[in-house]
């Protein structure tokens, strides 16, 4: 089209260039008589464009014969189709009437081979034994009719071959050595422990089995199982004591899955760490403060078993050298000078008791203040993403729980240690106070 409209505009040009010398009457004049005559150039174009047309209705008449051949070169395939359909349905319907009994043989192998691709498919064994199953698709589709052959006794047979062999492998601990994935990514070549269908144990670790063959656990449990692990990698014949998973990993899996005392920790947040830090030096606290005042009770009972040479370095010695440092004969005198050194004396005994008193009532309101964050938190998981999925409340709830379990285990210790280390205190006081008064009782006897 673009070839025609081209030739049109040049045959124009050719037309209109030598009438533009012309006026418009000697123009005029000429169409009425019918004088003006086509230049060269416009014939010359006029006989191209019929010859062009003429092998344009050439190739379209080829076309049209092609076509016409391959419409009917199509209605002879449909045709022959549909004669073989036919055919193939008379053979179908003849095979079917052929077997017979073997129709229920093949659905019974049917079964059992769907059944038994489905377990090697998950079964631990298959690590040892890979490859099981692998003829199991194509007598697959023999016996469903979906191929031109029928199923032979021998494929038949390797099928109760693999059923037999996982029925005797389900109770036997083998070593063998195969491809595991690394918890780092790598796979390297190690010696596996199978027991029955239950575990896969390497050299220290717990593996599992999937599609992509054995690989490492990219969490272990905790550090007795690991070593039950280790015992029955290198079990000689006598044995070794192994925790049996059951449930052919779903026990293992919560194991791993259950979280750790650092887990925990983590999950109690800010306030949990605040909770515990607080306690821990709380904690250490009151331990030297016990230490503390077992020293110096037992100082303070060596010191009342001598009372005549006083050490300034027992609180009964410096309340004694007081008394022999401002001697006196007026009793009322010397219990006034025995009250002021006891009383010198209390706060150095009963020091960081009241800080322990106050760490161990404000950590159970600081788990609360965990708690109440963490329901807030909680709710407003809820308030965007609804109730359905559970795990989105999962992280609220663990920091609520979380921070009030560190508040009561930082709360009872620290009121263990803060009774001991005050009935300690309380006892030195008390000796003190009982040889003040024997030290007045002499002096009135005196």
Known sequence: MKRILTAVAIAATFVIAPVQAQTVDQL???????????????????????????????????LRAERASLEARSDALEAQYATNDEELSALRTQRQASLGDLKDLFGAVQQIVGEAQATF???????????????????????????NELVTADE?????????????????????????????????????????????????????????????LPRQ????????????????AEGAEFALDPTQGTLLGAAVEAPSLMDRVHQGGLVGYIILIVGAIAAVIAILKIIALFGVSAAVNKQAKNPGSPSAKNPLGRVLK????????????????????????????????MFLKIVSVVAPLAGLLGTVLGMIETFQS????????????AG???????????????AIPIVLLHTAAA????????????QSAGMVARQIEG
């Open 28 to 62: 005029l004049s000429q169409v009425k008589n019918g004088t003006l005559q086509k230049s060269k150039a416009a014939v010359d174009l006029e006989n191209r464009f019929r010859s062009a047309g003429a092998g344009k209705a050439a190739i379209v008449t080829q």
């Open 221 to 236: 449990p905790d550090g007795r199982y690991l070593s039950q692990a280790g015992a029955l990698f290198n079990a000689s």
């Open 396 to 410: 609220g709830i663990s920091q609520a729980l979380v921070t009030t379990v560190c508040g009561l285990v930082v």
């Open 121 to 147: 498919e998950t079964s631990i064994i298959s690590a040892e034994f890979p490859g099981r199953g692998a003829n199991f698709a194509e007598i697959t589709k023999k016996v469903s009719n979906q191929a």
């Open 156 to 216: 038949i047979e390797s099928v109760w071959k693999d059923v037999f062999n996982e029925m005797a492998q389900q109770g036997k601990i083998t070593k063998f050595s195969t491809e595991v994935a690394t918890a780092a990514g790598a796979r390297e070549t190690q010696s596996v422990v199978r027991v029955g269908t239950f575990n896969l144990a390497g050299d220290g670790t717990f593996l599992t089995f999937g599609k992509g063959g054995v690989a490492e």
């Open 423 to 434: 009935s300690k205190a309380k006892r030195v006081e008390e000796i003190l106070e009982e």
């Open 382 to 393: 809820i308030t965007l993403f609804g109730a359905g999925d559970p795990k989105l409340m």
């Open 322 to 353: 007081s008394v022999q440092d401002s001697p006196s004969k007026d009793t009322e005198a010397m219990e006034l000078r025995l009250s002021e050194a006891i009383m010198k004396e209390t706060p150095k005994l009963t020091s960081w008791l």
